[in-house]
């Protein structure tokens, strides 16, 4: 009998079809959608994306962090200091920007990672409450007020006239067509990128970190050096999105920037609703959102309050989160970690007496 170890499943590889022909939809959807539905998808896909930081950094980590605020801020902050100070063309100060993240992140994980549980949550929202004051001060971007990017420099972007040229659309409605595509690509690279990494040893050694430090520690497995590459990976790419979500704004503060609400109360709310620790769920809890949101916007203190209770809700009925309790109960799994060994039919040779 040969075996063999896998992590694919039948739901899995129905899914990689699937998920293919999704892709090639999603990228043509500017072909053929308004420019309203584009902006509605470049929202799922940036919140999706830093849902996927958070719950890496979050549910496979076990480092419950309120700051992430702090590299949104810091990335966004970032792109305008480089499009206005640096003259650098927005689309490549993007990528760029995450640098900024990671040069806040050292110091941030310096500090944090000598508390821990709540008091690692707490101290990470604290340190991105000072970065958002020291950020204020910045007077030549608007200091508390903020600024806005040049128009020159918006319109100018790299790829604006090949997509004006190409859909036939103007300035404005190809900025948001070139931002939604470079949303899709952060978003696919950053699910895969996670998946890849869950599916090696660093992330066995991930898994192993979260759920016993000391369990970890006794079986070889470098507790410190993981915390620090989830801790910087997180970062790096809450930075970046935060950079895109800026610049498709084009307008800044540092309230906006740095807001606990917007950049960490919903990612957290998506994670958990969806299923934390699992890539399946900020996908089903960023479309929940965005329908709640597109629903409730209008309804001031009773959209929050709503959120609120219908996350309480989902944590008292499926703790592991909706996408969790459908696991649970059908086995089913779109991005599958576990190995399994399977075994093959006997060999001629393995039957030959």
Same mark, same amino acid.
């Given at each position: 009998?040969?075996?063999?170890?896998?992590?694919?499943?039948?739901?899995?590889?129905?899914?990689?079809?699937?998920?293919?022909?999704?892709?090639?939809?999603?990228?043509?959807?500017? *072909?053929?959608?308004?420019?309203?539905?584009?902006?509605?998808? &470049?929202?799922?896909?940036?919140?999706?994306?830093?849902?996927? &930081?958070?719950?890496?950094?979050?549910?496979?980590?076990?480092?419950?962090?309120?700051?992430?605020?702090? *590299? %949104?801020?810091?990335?966004?902050?970032?792109? &305008?200091?480089?499009?206005?100070?640096?003259?650098?063309?927005?689309?490549?100060?993007?990528?760029?920007?995450?640098?900024?993240?990671?040069?806040?992140?050292?110091?941030?994980?310096? *500090?944090? *990672?000598?508390?821990?549980? $709540?008091?690692?949550?707490?101290?990470?929202? %604290?340190?991105?409450?000072?970065?958002?004051?020291?950020?204020?001060?910045?007077?030549?971007?608007?200091?508390?007020?903020?600024?806005?990017?040049?128009?020159?420099?918006?319109?100018?972007?790299?790829?604006?006239?090949?997509?004006?040229?190409?859909?036939?659309?103007?300035?404005?409605?190809?900025?948001?067509?070139?931002?939604?595509?470079?949303?899709?690509?952060?978003?696919?690279?950053?699910?895969?990128?996670?998946?890849?990494?869950?599916?090696?040893?660093?992330?066995? $050694?991930?898994?192993?970190?979260?759920?016993?430090?000391?369990? $970890?520690?006794?079986?070889?497995?470098?507790?410190?050096?993981?915390?620090?590459?989830?801790?910087?990976?997180?970062?790096?790419?809450?930075?970046?999105?935060?950079?895109?979500?800026?610049?498709?704004?084009?307008?800044?503060?540092?309230?906006?920037? !740095?807001?606990?609400?917007?950049?960490? $109360?919903?990612?957290?709310?998506?994670?958990?609703?969806?299923?934390?620790?699992?890539?399946?769920?900020?996908?089903?809890?960023?479309?929940?959102? !965005?329908?709640?949101?597109?629903?409730?916007?209008?309804?001031?203190?009773?959209?929050?309050?709503?959120?609120?209770?219908?996350?309480?809700?989902?944590?008292?009925?499926?703790?592991?989160?909706?996408?969790?309790?459908?696991?649970?109960?059908?086995?089913?799994?779109?991005?599958?970690?576990?190995?399994?060994?399977?075994?093959?039919?006997?060999?001629?040779?393995?039957?030959?007496?």
């Amino acid at each position: 009998m040969t075996y063999f170890v896998t992590t694919q499943t039948p739901a899995s590889r129905i899914a990689t079809v699937a998920g293919g022909i999704l892709i090639l939809l999603l990228f043509a959807l500017p *072909f053929f959608a308004g420019r309203g539905t584009i902006r509605d998808m &470049f929202f799922i896909l940036t919140m999706l994306t830093l849902a996927q &930081f958070w719950n890496l950094l979050a549910g496979y980590g076990g480092l419950v962090s309120v700051g992430q605020q702090a *590299f %949104v801020g810091a990335g966004a902050y970032a792109l &305008f200091a480089l499009v206005i100070l640096g003259g650098l063309d927005p689309v490549l100060a993007v990528p760029l920007a995450g640098g900024a993240a990671l040069a806040v992140a050292v110091p941030t994980a310096f *500090f944090a *990672f000598r508390l821990n549980g $709540a008091y690692f949550a707490i101290g990470t929202w %604290v340190i991105a409450e000072v970065v958002r004051l020291i950020v204020a001060q910045w007077k030549s971007l608007g200091g508390g007020t903020g600024t806005s990017l040049p128009r020159d420099a918006t319109r100018d972007m790299w790829f604006v006239e090949l997509i004006e040229a190409s859909l036939g659309v103007r300035s404005a409605a190809a900025r948001d067509i070139l931002a939604y595509w470079i949303s899709l690509v952060l978003a696919l690279a950053t699910i895969g990128g996670i998946y890849w990494l869950l599916r090696t040893r660093r992330g066995l $050694a991930l898994a192993a970190v979260r759920d016993n430090v000391d369990a $970890a520690r006794s079986v070889g497995v470098d507790a410190a050096r993981m915390k620090w590459i989830v801790f910087l990976t997180s970062a790096f790419g809450t930075g970046v999105t935060g950079a895109l979500i800026y610049l498709q704004k084009a307008r800044i503060s540092p309230d906006a920037a !740095f807001s606990v609400t917007d950049w960490t $109360a919903y990612v957290i709310f998506i994670v958990v609703i969806g299923g934390i620790g699992t890539i399946e769920g900020p996908i089903i809890g960023v479309l929940i959102f !965005f329908a709640l949101q597109s629903l409730l916007a209008d309804y001031g203190s009773w959209y929050l309050m709503t959120l609120g209770v219908l996350a309480i809700i989902v944590m008292l009925v499926a703790p592991r989160g909706l996408w969790g309790l459908l696991s649970e109960k059908t086995g089913l799994h779109l991005f599958p970690i576990r190995r399994r060994l399977q075994g093959g039919q006997l060999n001629r040779s393995e039957d030959t007496p």
